[in-house]
């Protein structure tokens, strides 16, 4: 009967085990395979969007293998951004980027509050201390649906005419779960 019982239990233990591994998330995160923008000014490997008509485009493109075996509820954008306040601005400034995302027949509007770390908040020139901002935004689920149908993504951020905001390739990525 002791026999038994350990079996049982035993069972139980690996049935738990082995259902804990297979609902185990694993975290995955791509860069886009294109970007460009208009508009901005090149400062230090960062184009600053400050203009009317500025804007940047980051792009996935055939990457259905890296979305494989994905959760599609799971889907994420990160950005981070140097923002300012103006031309040779100051610290601690946050901005919220308004993206536009489409994939295959759907378009979406998404924000993404930028957030600053730095404190304290100051409008004298800094020299660029203090401008690193970070945020994310969940995506939404007609477009995750088109984009692991497709593996493509054009993700757009068009200067709104309030902080000066800067980017680069690798200020965009994907992230979600597997």
Known sequence: MRNKARLVGFGLLLGVMLSATILWATAAQIAPTRYEQTGGSLISGWHWLRTRGAKAVWEYTNV??????????????????LVTNGVNGGSGY????????????????????????????????????????????KIPASIVNEFI?????????????????????????VSFSR
């Open 149 to 173: 149908a497709t593996g493509n993504l054009k993700i757009t951020y068009e200067w709104h005419g309030r902080d000066h905001v800067a980017v680069k390739q690798d200020s965009i990525a």
């Open 94 to 137: 946050e901005a919220k980027a308004r993206l536009i995302f489409e994939s295959g027949t759907e378009r979406a509007n998404v924000s993404v509050n930028l957030r600053n770390p730095f404190r304290p908040q100051d409008p004298q020139n800094s020299s660029g201390l203090g401008y690193i901002t970070y945020g994310f935004a």
């Open 64 to 81: 259905q293998t890296q979305l494989s075996g994905t959760r599609n509820n799971s889907y994420y954008i990160l950005l981070n951004a």
